[in-house]
């Protein structure tokens, strides 16, 4: 089964960090940009952070500079995504998203809007005292 699964998920308290991984089943990733999304109850779908399939470029979204990074692992076909200093405004659910890059850059793919091959279920981050 070709799949995308989500882990690291749950209640954190303000100014504390989670790890997300983003765990590919039945494809390899190497040919893959991963994109990390966020939902909020109420609000729409955004872009957090993506990594391109070289994982040479990275985006990320202005709320989370210097405190998210993306990184991934060819090698166990896992991405990841870092979260320090997280804030109560961080709780959503989060996605990963793979999808083939061609010669699109980092920046034009990284919107939820986006076509990708393949979506995660999400997993709940709360941010909360």
């Known amino acids: 089964q070709l799949q995308l699964v989500e882990s690291g998920g749950g209640l954190v308290q303000p100014g504390g960090s989670l790890r997300l991984s983003c765990g590919a089943s039945?494809?390899?990733?190497?040919?893959?940009?991963i994109g990390w999304f966020r939902q909020a109850p109420g609000k729409e779908r955004e872009a957090v952070s993506c990594?391109?399939?070289?994982?040479?470029?990275?985006e990320y979204a202005d709320s989370v500079k210097g405190r998210f990074t993306i990184s991934r692992d060819d090698a166990t076909n896992t991405a990841f995504l870092q979260m320090d200093m997280l804030k109560p405004e961080d709780t959503g659910v989060y996605y990963c998203?793979?999808?083939?890059?061609?010669?699109?850059?980092?920046?034009?793919?990284?919107?939820?809007?986006?076509?990708?091959?393949?979506w995660g279920q999400g997993t709940q981050v709360t941010v909360s005292s």
């Open positions: 039945g494809f390899a990733l190497d040919h893959y940009l």
């Open positions: 990594i391109s399939s070289s994982g040479r470029d990275t």
């Open positions: 998203a793979a999808g083939r890059q061609f010669i699109a850059t980092v920046r034009a793919m990284c919107r939820p809007d986006w076509k990708y091959d393949y």
